[in-house]
């Protein structure tokens, strides 16, 4: 059997299959993150991605039921330096786990080389191959793939209909979350901080939102160019003012925009479990979880900046590019990052981030025990 990774310049890496068999194609990226695999191939933000791991060994400590951030991956192809199938205490082996649920894998390649042609030269369209399929006939698909620039992916990782899931515990807010295919740990630290939350599909209006009686709202994270997603927008402009709002990686750039910044893709985007993030107002460094391919152009020269809204500013920022990694309006309770403050699997410097909005809800509307 035939396996390989092949880029859209021509350029080819042969290896070994590694979970699913078949042909995949899609924007080719590489993630940073030495733990969560499982989570990463899950995570609604890969869709229509091939994830190349840059940590060396993958699958060593297998795959546990709970772990994933969706009910199915959304990565279409993994690529490996060396996959393992480790089954310990009873998990579920992880190339085995791919197979099953048709993701595509490939292993025994140069990851590290993959990785500097991503860095040097941006992402690319890319296919792995693992089957009878000849290199050319591979390329050819890999050419008809439309590239992530202009597309908009929220539909196809979306739930379809409403749905609450209690607080744990006692009830101290009720949230609010656009799924433009927002990561149940999202949900899961809200809930664990007391909040119930009620999920809506991507496309919903904000009168829906709103008549849900909310006390706050999160615009969650998804995959794609928030660009594409004009009536996304539309809503998140309805919605600002209303309750408060605080958007995560692809929420802040629609909030971004909503606000009238502008989005733009970046060269190989950040994915990984070790970005810093400054804090501007603190001086604070969080090493943060990231997944992203588009990114808030900042405003000209000063952190400030001018809404319909009011006054913005510019409240984090990359310590690697520079790159806006948080918002708000000044004197109103809407914000925004583009980290991922959940991190599962970790780290957890930025998770108050999630914790202390409920906490915030629940301090300005007190509410009795559900």
């Keep these: 059997m035939s396996a390989f990774l092949v880029l859209e310049d021509g350029t080819v890496h042969r290896g070994r299959p590694y979970g699913g068999h078949g042909i995949a194609v899609g924007e080719l990226v590489f993630t940073t993150s030495m733990t969560g695999y499982q989570e990463v191939v899950t995570d609604p933000s890969f869709a229509g991605q091939l994830i190349t791991f840059t940590q060396?060994?993958?699958?060593?400590?297998?795959?546990?039921?709970?772990?994933?951030?969706?009910?199915?991956?959304a990565a279409r192809a993994v690529v490996v330096r060396e996959g393992r199938n480790s089954t310990p205490n009873g998990r579920e082996g992880f190339s085995?786990?791919?197979?099953?649920?048709?993701?595509?894998?490939?292993?025994?390649?140069?990851?590290?080389?993959?990785t500097r042609r991503l860095r040097d030269g941006g992402s690319v369209r890319a296919a792995v191959s693992t089957g009878t399929a000849s290199i050319a006939e591979v390329l050819e698909l890999v050419r008809a793939?439309?590239?992530?620039?202009?597309?908009?992916?929220?539909?196809?990782?979306?739930r379809r209909e409403p749905e609450t899931v209690a607080a744990r515990g006692k009830e101290l807010a009720h949230v609010a979350v656009l799924d433009y295919g927002v990561k149940s740990s999202i949900v899961r630290v809200m809930n664990e901080?007391?909040?119930?939350?009620?999920?809506?599909?991507?496309?919903?209006?904000?009168?829906?939102?709103?008549?849900?009686?909310?006390?706050?709202?999160?615009?969650?994270?998804?995959?794609?160019?928030?660009?594409?997603?004009?009536?996304?927008?539309?809503?998140?402009?309805?919605?600002?003012?209303?309750?408060p709002l605080l958007g995560i990686c692809l929420g802040?750039?629609?909030?971004?925009?909503?606000?009238?910044?502008?989005?733009?893709?970046?060269?190989?985007?950040?994915?990984?479990?070790n970005h810093p993030v400054l804090e501007?107002?603190?001086?604070?460094?969080?090493?943060?979880?990231?997944?992203?391919?588009?990114?808030?152009?900042?405003?000209?020269?000063?952190?400030?900046?001018?809404?319909?809204?009011?006054?913005?500013?510019?409240?984090?920022?990359?310590?690697?590019?520079?790159?806006?990694?948080?918002?708000?309006?000044?004197?109103?309770?809407?914000?925004?990052?583009?980290?991922?403050p959940e991190a599962s699997p970790g780290p957890h410097d930025a998770r108050p981030t999630l914790t202390e909005f409920v906490a915030s809800l629940a301090s300005a509307a007190p509410r009795a025990v559900a």
């Design 56 to 73: 060396p060994m993958i699958g060593n400590y297998g795959v546990e039921q709970d772990s994933s951030e969706a009910a199915a991956p």
């Design 96 to 114: 085995d786990w791919l197979a099953a649920r048709g993701v595509v894998g490939l292993q025994g390649v140069d990851t590290r080389a993959i």
């Design 145 to 158: 793939e439309p590239p992530m620039l202009g597309q908009a992916l929220a539909a196809g990782v979306s």
């Design 193 to 243: 901080s007391g909040a119930r939350v009620t999920a809506f599909p991507w496309d919903c209006g904000a009168a829906q939102v709103l008549a849900s009686h909310p006390d706050g709202i999160v615009l969650g994270n998804g995959p794609g160019d928030p660009a594409a997603l004009r009536a996304c927008v539309d809503v998140v402009r309805d919605l600002v003012g209303t309750v």
């Design 252 to 273: 802040h750039q629609l909030l971004g925009q909503a606000l009238g910044l502008e989005t733009f893709k970046l060269r190989f985007g950040h994915r990984g479990a």
């Design 280 to 340: 501007l107002d603190t001086g604070r460094v969080l090493v943060t979880a990231q997944n992203h391919g588009f990114a808030v152009r900042p405003p000209e020269e000063r952190r400030e900046f001018e809404t319909r809204f009011g006054q913005g500013r510019v409240t984090h920022v990359s310590l690697y590019d520079g790159t806006v990694e948080g918002i708000e309006l000044t004197g109103m309770p809407v914000s925004s990052v583009q980290y991922h």
